[in-house]
Every structure is written in C-alpha cells, then in structure tokens.
C-alpha cells in the first residue's frame, strides 16, 4: 500500500512538472465617452475590466504611472473602481491612462492594462473678420464678416452679436451661410453699424467659447447722392481769366464724402492729363495747356464713381517785351547834367510796371539823384555822375500778377567827368623880383579850343584890363609886364563850355611870389655857441628858400681866404674840424646870385664864435663812513666847478668803468651821482670818473681816486640756554641771539618767520636773550634771530640759523591690559601696564585702583622696576575695580595727568558650563546624528574639553558632533573649559546628558510563491517586512543598488524576463523615529523557477528509475533459476545508503552539473551556495541567522530563500 502511495505521489509530481503554466489575464481599458480630445468642464468616463470573470477582480487606476486619487472633488469611481469619471475636465487631467486588477481574496495582480490617452484643450475663442476691404461703407454696399476658430472650425456653429444682442439673421438684408460662419449684409444700412462679434457651439457637444473680439462697422450716411453718384465740384484757384506763359494755375475737384477718392482729368474732352489726385497743379503756364478741363472722381478700390464737373475754360498768352528810349538829345554827358530814359509796352503799358537796371544791377531809384514817373516807366537823373554811366534796360512786372517780362533793349549812357583847366608858369622860376616879367597860361587837356577861361588870384576874379596885366587867346594866357608885391599869390582859372551850361571846376594853384632882393642869413650850424678846443665848428650862410647864390665869408670884417678854413664850392658853410682858440670871432658873409644879374646886394648880421679849454671833474664819497657793510647803501658823487649840468659822467673802479645797470649799483643826476644800493664785497676798490660834455664829442680827464672798503654783515648765532631741546608745558626755556665779537648790536627774534611782539616773551634789554618762564604748546616752532646795527640804518641784515623748539603736553599715559580678559575668575592670573606712547622707559609710573594707591607690597599685588607693569597672581574679589597710573619724568620736575580708566571685574566663583543637546533625544538609533554644545555664559577665551564617562575625547571646541551614532557612542557626556597658560584656569565640569544607542530594525525579504504556483505562475511575489516591530512602515524595493528605487509598496513582484539577473533589497521607511530602517539581505532570484523544475523533474525521473530497477529485480529475482549455496555469487547490495553513495564515485549526484554553482561562477558570492543539492529535501543556502535559514512553508510559500 506504501508502495502504490509513493507511486501515486511521483505520477502526480511528474504530471505537474509537464503542466504548461497558465497566463494571469489582463485588464482593458476603454473609453466610454464618444471622443478622445476634451475639453475643459467635460466629463469623460473610462472603464476597467477582465475579459473573463470581471466581477472577481478589483481595479487600480493610474495616470502617466501615477496611481490616480480617487476621492478629489472632479474624479471618483464605481463598480469596483471599473468605471472612472471626471465630472469636469481639466487640463491636469490629460494624460495616458492604465489599470491593474487583483483577483478578490486571493494574492494575484495582474500587469497593467493597455494605455489610453486622453487630451484635455482649453475652448478655443473664435476671431472675428471683415473680408469686405474698407470698414466704413456707403449705403447700400454689400460687407460680408467672417467668423471662426483656428483650428477644425468646420465642427462649430456660430451667433453673430452686435453691440452685445444678438444679430437676427432671417432679415432681408442679413444672411448667414457656412454653418453661420460667414454673415452677409447685401444691402448696408445705418442700423447695420456697430461693434460685431461671435461666440461658437461645438456641434453635437455641450461646449460653448467666450465672446471673440469686436470688429467695428461704418455705414456712410452723409454722402450727397445724385442718381446714386456723388457730385464733383472743379473750380480753379486764380481770379483772372488771361494766363501768361510761366504763371502757375491749381485746378481741385472736390466731393464732400470720405477722402478716398482717385480721381481722372480732362482737357478737351480728352484723358491726356495724367493725376489721380483732387488737385491739378500747372506750376509754369505754356499755350498748349490752354483748352477746358473736366475731372471725374472713382472711390478707391470699390465700384462707386461720380458724374463729369463742371466745364472750366483756360487760356495762356507770351509775355510782351519792353523798349527803352534816351529822351537826352546827346548820349555823352557831363557829370551833373540830368539825363531822362523810358521804358514801355507797345500794347497796354499802363497795366504794367517797370524795374530799371544798369549793367545787369538793378537801379536804386530812391536816391537823391535817381527817380522814376508813372510806374517807372520813366527813369530821371537829376544830376548825373560816373557811377550813372552803363548799359540800361528795364522788365516789366504785370500789376497784381507774378507775371515779369524779359529783359528791354540795351541804352548805353555815357557820364564823364568835367574837365579842369591847368595853370603853368611860362616864366623860368616860379619867384621873382620886383620889376621881372611874369607870364601864366590857363588849358583843358582835350579840346582847349571849345572853352572860354577866367582868372582869379587868391580867389578873387584878376582885372585883366590894368596897366601891367593883360590876358591873350580867349583868356588862356595872363602876362605881368613889371612884377610887383601886389602880383604875388595864388592864381587859378576856370573853363565855360561854349554853348552848353557846363563850367569846369577851378584849375590848380600856381603860387607867384613878388620879393625883394633878399639879405643873406648867417648861423652856427654847431648846436652851442660857445665851443671847446678839439671839437669840429661850422657855420651857414644862405638865403632863405633858394640855392641860387654863392656866398664871400668875413671875421672881424675881414675876408677869409681859401685854406683858412673848409669853405663848401658855393660857400654856403665854412668849418673848422678842430676849433682852436684863433678861431673865435665875429664873422658875416654876403650873397651873389648865380644866374640872374642883379645889381644891388645885401651883407648878412654878425655871428660870434667862442672857443674854450676842456675843464677836469672832482669825485667826493656822500655816506658818512668810507667801509661800509653788505646790504648798505653807498653814494659817490662827480662833478666840474662850472656848469656841472652840461656834463654827463662815466665811473671807473680799478681803472675798469663800472656797469651802472646792475641790481645793485645805478647813478642819477646825469651820472654825477653812483649809488651802491647794498653793498657787496665786489664793490671795493678805488674809484674815478671823467667828464663827457652833453651832445657833443667832449671828453674830460680822469678825475681824482677815492678807495672804498665794503665788509660782510655778521651773522648773529642763535642757542638755546635750556639743558634739554625737547620741553614741556610749564617749563623754563631761554634761548640766546648775539653777533662774535661785537656789542654794537640790537637783536629781534622771530617764531615761524613772524616777529615776536613784546609781551609774548622776556626779552632783554638789546634783544640778547628771549625767555618763557612757563613753556606752553604755542611757544613750539622754529626760532631765527637777525641783529640791528645800535649806530647805522642797515636794509638787510642775516638771520641766524633755524632753531627749533618742541613743547610738548605732558604725556598721559596708557593702561591696557595684558591679560586676554578684562573679567576673571579667583586664583586667575592679571596683568595691566602702564606706559608713555614715546620715550617710556624715561619715566616711573604709581598704580590707583578707585582713586587710591595701590598698595604693590601684598603677597598678590606686585610691579616691575618703574611700575610699567602690575601684577596680580591670583585674583580676588577685592582686587576689581577701576585701575589708573600716573607718570613722572626721572631727571625733570613734570608730572603726568592720571591715564585712562580701565576696569577689572573679578567674579566671586569658578563658572560651569552649560551642556545642550540638538536633538534633545535621550535614546537615539545607530546612524543618527546628533550635536553636544557646551557654552560658558561669562567671559570669554574658552577652550573645551569633552569627556564621555571617565574618558577624555579628542576632540575640542564648543561644539562635538556625531554624524552617525554607533552603540561606543552610549554614555554620559559632559564637557570643561579652560583658558590661559601656567597654569591654564579651568572650570567646573558641565552638567551630564546620557544617551542610549539602539540598533535599527531591520528589513526581511519573504517569497510569497509557493511551490504549487512555480510551474504556472511567470513571476515572484516578494514581501518586505521590518523584523521584530509593530510599527506602521512602508516600504522601498531597490533592484541591487539603493540609488534607484523600483517601487513603494511592502510587496513587488518580479517578472519572469528579470529573473536571471537581478536581486533585490528593500527597506521601510515611516514619518516618525526610526525615519528608516536597515536594509534587507540581498534576494537573489537567479535561475530560480529554472532550477526548482529540473530539480522537481530529475526527482520524479530518479524515483521512476529506481521503481523500475525494484520491480526488475523482483522479476529477475522469480524467474532466476536458483544455485547452490556454494555457487551463488555475494548479492551486491542495490539499495546504498546516502552515506554510501557519497563515498562512492560511480554514482554522481545527477544534478550536480544543473544546479550547483560551478556551472554559473559569474553568480558566486563570498563562497555560498557550495553545497551540491541532490534531492528535495536538501535545504538552499542563505545568509539570513540560524534558525531562518532552513526551508519552511508559511501560508503555502517558502520563506527567504537566497541564491
């Protein structure tokens, strides 16, 4: 009966290893609204289901992978979540869509259904149009406006609105067409203005658009209409109906609607005009544009014209050309005649007026000399003159009108000037003696003849009819037979044109002079009547204003013969180069005329000539005393007995002349003076001077020498009296001015270059000394002294050298501490100094605290040699308060101000530092971070120290963190600090915080398949749970690396294409502590299904073979003939133990070559799974603890199997 049971057992094994393995079915969705592509506020319904059986099965929606939330306000379900609605579509609803479906009460999920899309779009808004081209239209015009969407609008229907109501369509002049797409208004109306616009239905759906944009529309109702035209008004813009050629002429053709006309222009019936505009502009008139003009008018771009205007006749005439005409009788002129032109049309000259022009210029006729008469027709020059003469024509201007003729003929005009007459001497000298002939002549240049002349002398008209005068040949010679003095003056003449009123300007004055024989004059050429030897004297005799006469000489009424003196050929000078004494004398001279005999002459006034010997000058020395200093002023004086103004001086020093245009030396008085204005060294010497008479070559001799001795002014030293050259305020400072070797002197001081007042110092008598009993700061600067002689006026004098005086305020010295801290703790360690910023070790310092001395003797309190520095060795309370110094110099009687206060706070105990937590949790879990603060509230300078139990940690600072908690962290901790050196001060330990570490849970994989369903499911169910917790938790599935999570749910199921190459971890995760746990072990899925069918086949077939080898031996063993005991061989044992098939090799575990992992190395890990697995009790390798690692059946599957 075992036997038929264990056969039965295998059958069955066998048959299910051959079973195919059976498909989990899966959903389909569907859309059960009519449309794919919605729009917003629509509602749309999917469904969910099983082909077979739906009603077993529940449905998860998603959405682009996304499970879909059920219970919003727009989306929910029905029939076991097989129906999803969305009341009202949104665009956030859009998207691909799946479900899955799990089979009611049992642990089957099916892979997720096919995807369907759903569009949602916002209601488009539809634009309306106007496709008649202009917006404003006349009455009775056909428009036509468009309405429609973008995109399909063929699957809309439209309302027309105006001005917001809506547009009855059925009227006679209204229609729609296309679906009400297009509204046709075939006879315009002024009801059919306005604001147009649509909206859209969406055919056989319940979606309607907003309002489209509004189209405005003018109807024209104020266009005159005649017979259905407008009327066209031509007129011409001129008042005159004769045009000239060149006038400009507009032509506008007007209509009183719109101003989108084109119009077309006529001239004799005849489109020869070429403009579209309502203005006809002929800016330069020509006969061929005479004829008559018609316009018509057409609207743009629309069928609506007008009739013809009205007719307009034009004509054009040549510009007539004027002449011009000499109304004169002779074309040549004299300046001064009046000359008439004139200038006119041959027609009408009166419409007319005329512009004159000479030389191309036009003529200025309001002048005093120029005018024109009746609209300048004629031209007058009352008075002609040069500038008059030219070629004249003239232009006509038509009155009224910008019509100007051409150019006249040329008048030439010719305006000379009136000719004067000339007077010239027929006698050969132009003065004459009394009783001489004289004779004159008066003649124009050109034509003499043409002329008559008159004469005047000295303006008056000459009587030509007198004993001695008489004129010849029409007045043009005058002849004096016997001059007198009354013939003498000026005389001219002037010329009468014979027969015409011109006369000539008077001639040129010809002077006639009528004098008696003249008496010579005689002079001294030489400037200075009286002369000195050596010098050159020469005298003149002449009559005055002619060079007609030679001249005899006399001294002392005697004739000087020749060699007696320089006589000039004609003897009108005699000279002597270099005078004598015998010279001197009283000498006069007489004249001979050269060319003319007279027979009387005249002997000239006496002159009398002095000659004199050249006297020697004197040099005398003005200052009091002949050595002088620098700088002193020196004056030299040099001059003759006589007459010391004629003379001019030259200075000599050393023989060498003295250069008067130096800085420092110049002369006055004619150089009789030399002024040293100060006096250098250079200046020495012995002087002289000579003598040069004013203007004229004469030199004296030297004069007599003077020495001159010029000394260097001393130099006053400056010192000062006081020991030190660095003072301060309040005291004593002398300082000394005086000159070596001399008490002659006076001394002024100077501070900074300005003079010291008296009453700004204790100056002594002379100015030796200068004193400040009580230095201050204003008494600082640099001093110079400069001496003033007691007995003589210096102008410069030198100053000393600089000396420079510092007063200084008395230092106030500093207290700073040296000690890190102004506040310490008992038996810490201070250190204050007190120092001057300069120069401090020159002074000793004393110590106050509150006011009052420090006593620096106590067994705390000590001071440095000078007292720069107190020491305290161990704080007390009785030690703070507020600490100041003063300061005194060693060598000098100045004390300092008290320094700066600097206060010491000293507390009354050690502090204790406060220890934190952040986060404050007492048990913490491993991998947590957390950090411990320790701070001291008073002071500062800290450095911290940490101790967890007994034991110091390394670490320092005010902060210790712990960025993953391990279980060595647990303790208590505390923290100390401390500060300064020599020892460090330290505080008391901080208060203790005690932590817990606790080791997460961990995360366990479980296979949910059992053995039944291996060979018809196609994949793995695997479930994560968190070991030993009662916890809520969820969950995250990592495919063998936790940086890319697969999914968030406690169970994930593997597919049959993924497992062959994966493993998988997972870990729970929760919003409160623990935020997470510790990952599972890795679950290998390799080969799993593969090796569990041929282990389950392999173990049916081993069974199959050994019933066959039992059953055949039992055949064998009936139908063997039986043997002797002595015969029969040892039966061998065919049914081996396990121990006996292990230590033998015939028989080799048959699936040690398929699923041991010898033949998949690449699978191997850390030396797993090496045990050879030969039935099916043998238990799978895993890591999990001992106790979990055996085979187990749970709720029909096995539990954490690891490859």
Excluded at 663 to 672: A, E, G, Q
Aim: net charge neutral; proline share 7%; charged share 20%.
């Amino acid at each position: 009966m075992e036997l038929i049971e264990l056969f039965c057992i295998i059958c069955f094994t066998a048959l299910c290893s051959a079973i195919d393995e059976s498909e989990i079915p899966v959903p389909s969705v569907a859309l059960l609204t009519p449309w794919h592509a919605v729009f917003t506020s629509e509602k749309v319904e999917l469904s969910c289901g099983i082909q077979d059986s739906p009603g077993n099965w529940t449905y998860t929606w998603y959405r682009g992978g996304q499970e879909v939330a059920v219970q919003g306000p727009d989306v929910s379900v029905r029939s076991n979540v097989s129906s999803l609605v969305i009341s009202s579509a949104k665009p956030e609803h859009a998207g691909e869509y799946t479900c899955t479906g799990k089979l009611k009460g049992r642990p089957v999920g099916s892979k997720p259904s096919n995807k369907l899309s759903l569009e949602v779009n916002e209601i488009p808004v539809p634009s309306v149009a106007l496709l008649t081209p202009w917006p404003a239209v006349f009455t009775s015009e056909k428009v036509e406006l468009s309405c429609g969407m973008q995109d399909s609008p063929d699957r809309w229907t439209y309302t027309w609105y105006r001005g917001g109501q809506e547009v009855a369509v059925q009227g006679p002049d209204v229609s729609v067409r296309s679906n009400v797409s297009y509204l046709v208004i075939s006879s315009a109306k002024p009801e059919h203005a306005g604001e147009y616009t649509c909206t859209g239905q969406f055919k056989g759906r319940p979606v309607g658009s907003k309002p489209s944009n509004k189209l405005s529309l003018e109807v024209n109702v104020n266009s005159p209409i005649l017979g259905d035209r407008p009327r066209l008004t031509l007129q011409k813009d001129s008042g005159f109906e004769q045009l000239y050629a060149g006038e400009s002429v507009s032509l506008s053709c007007q209509v009183n609607v719109s101003s989108r006309w084109e119009y077309r222009w006529y001239k004799d019936g005849d489109v020869s005009v070429r403009s579209n505009v309502s203005y006809l502009v002929i800016s330069s008139a020509k006969p061929e544009h005479a004829g008559e003009y018609t316009c018509t008018g057409q609207f743009k771009g629309r069928p609506v014209g007008s009739k013809p205007s009205n007719k307009l006749s034009l004509e054009v005439n040549e510009i007539p050309v004027p002449s011009v005409a000499l109304l004169t009788p002779w074309p040549a002129v004299f300046t001064s005649e009046k000359v008439e032109l004139s200038c006119g049309m041959q027609g009408s000259p009166n419409n007319w007026t005329y512009t004159w022009y000479r030389g191309g210029q036009e003529v200025a006729v309001q002048g005093p000399d120029v005018s024109v008469r009746s609209n300048g027709s004629s031209l007058v020059i009352s008075s002609a003159k040069p500038e008059h003469a030219g070629e004249y024509t003239c232009t006509g201007q038509l009155k009224g009108r910008p019509v100007g003729s051409k150019p006249s003929n040329k008048r030439s005009l010719e305006v000379t000037e009136i000719p004067v007459p000339s007077v010239a001497l027929l006698t050969p000298w132009p003065a004459v003696f009394t009783s001489e002939k004289v004779e004159l002549s008066c003649g124009m240049q050109g034509s003499p003849n043409n002329w008559t002349y008159t004469w005047y002398r000295g303006g008056q008209e000459v009587a030509v009819q007198g004993p001695d005068v008489s004129v010849r040949s029409n007045g043009s010679s005058l002849v004096i037979s016997s001059a007198k003095p009354e013939h003498a003056g000026e005389y001219t003449c002037t010329g009468q044109l014979k027969g015409r009123p011109v006369g000539s300007k008077p001639s040129n004055k010809r002077s006639l002079e009528v004098t008696d024989i003249p008496k010579p004059t005689i002079k001294l050429n030489t400037p200075w009547p009286q002369v000195f030897c050596t010098e050159r004297v020469e005298l003149d005799c002449r009559v005055e204003g002619s060079s007609e006469w030679r001249y005899i000489w006399y001294r002392d009424r005697t004739e000087i013969q020749a060699g007696n003196g320089d006589l000039a050929t004609d003897g009108t000078t005699l000279s002597f180069p270099a005078a004598l004494t015998i010279h001197a004398g009283k000498y006069t001279c007489k004249g001979q005329h050269k060319s003319r005999t007279l027979t009387t002459y005249k002997i000239s006034d006496e002159l009398t000539l002095k000659v004199n010997e050249i006297p020697v000058p004197s040099v005398a020395l003005q200052t009091p005393w002949p050595d002088v200093f620098t700088s002193e002023k020196v004056e030299l004086s040099c001059g003759m007995q006589d007459s010391p103004d004629h003379w001019t001086y030259a200075w000599y020093r050393g023989g060498q002349e003295v250069a008067v245009q130096g800085p420092d030396v110049s002369v006055r008085s004619n150089v009789s003076y030399l002024v040293i204005s100060s006096a250098k060294p250079e200046h020495s010497g012995e002087y002289t001077c000579t003598g040069q008479l004013k203007g004229r070559p004469v030199v004296s001799k030297p004069s007599n020498k003077l020495s001159l001795e010029v000394n260097d002014i001393p130099k006053p030293t400056i010192k000062l009296n006081t020991p030190w050259p660095q003072v301060f305020c309040t005291e004593r400072v002398e300082l000394d001015c005086r000159v070596e070797g001399s008490s002659e002197w006076r001394y002024i001081w100077y501070r900074d270059r300005t003079e010291i007042q008296a009453g700004n110092g204790d100056l002594a008598t002379d100015g030796t000394t200068l004193s400040f009993p009580a230095a201050l700061t204003i008494h600082a600067g640099k001093y110079t002294c400069k001496g003033q002689h007691k007995s003589r006026t210096l102008t410069t004098y030198k100053i000393s050298d600089e000396l420079t005086l510092k007063v200084n305020e008395i230092p106030v010295p500093s207290v700073a501490l040296q000690t890190p801290w102004p506040d310490v703790f008992p038996s810490e360690k201070v250190e204050l100094s007190c120092g001057m910023q300069d120069s401090p070790d020159h002074w000793t310092y004393t110590w106050y605290r509150g006011g009052q001395d420090v006593a620096v003797q106590g067994p705390d309190v000590s001071v440095r040699p000078g007292g720069s520095y107190l020491m305290i060795s161990s704080a007390k309370p009785e030690h703070a308060g507020q600490y100041t110094c003063t300061g005194k110099h060693k060598q000098r009687l100045v004390m300092s101000k008290p320094s700066n206060k600097l206060s010491l706070v000293v507390y009354d105990k050690k502090p204790t530092p406060e220890l934190t937590q952040d986060p404050g949790y007492r048990k913490v879990y491993a991998e947590e971070s957390l950090t411990f603060s320790c701070k001291v509230n008073a002071s500062s300078g800290w450095e911290f120290h940490w101790l967890r139990g007994q034991a110091k940690l390394p670490k320092q600072g005010a902060t210790h963190a712990i960025p993953s908690a391990a279980p060595v962290d647990a303790g208590a901790h505390r923290c100390r600090a401390t500060r300064g050196q020599n020892p460090p001060f330290v505080t008391e330990d901080s208060n203790t915080l005690s932590i817990d570490v606790e080791a997460r849970p961990w995360a366990t994989v479980t296979l949910l398949t059992g053995w039944s369903e291996v060979f018809s499911a196609d994949r793995l169910d695997l479930k994560c749970e968190v070991h030993g917790s009662t916890d809520q938790w969820n969950y995250t599935w990592f495919g063998g690396s936790e940086d890319f999570p697969l999914s968030y749910n406690a169970k994930h199921p593997v597919m049959s294409k993924d497992l062959n190459h994966s493993q998988y971890i997972c870990k729970g995760v929760r919003s409160s502590r623990p935020l997470y746990s510790k990952a599972s072990e890795p679950f290998r899925t390799t080969n799993l299904l593969l090796k569990r069918r041929v282990l389950l086949s392999i173990s049916g077939c081993l069974f199959f073979g050994i019933i066959a080898v039992f059953i055949g031996c039992i055949v064998m063993r009936l139908t063997r003939k039986p043997v002797t005991n002595e015969d029969k061989p040892k039966e061998p044992n065919l049914f081996l133990t396990m121990a006996e098939l292990e230590a033998r090799d015939v028989a080799p575990c048959p699936l040690a070559e398929y699923v041991t992992d010898e033949v998949l190395p690449a699978l191997t890990k850390d030396g797993e799974d090496k045990e050879t697995v030969c039935n099916e009790s043998t238990p799978f390798a895993s890591s999990f603890p001992e106790g979990e690692a055996e085979t187990s059946e749970s709720n029909g599957g096995m539990k954490s199997f690891q490859y």
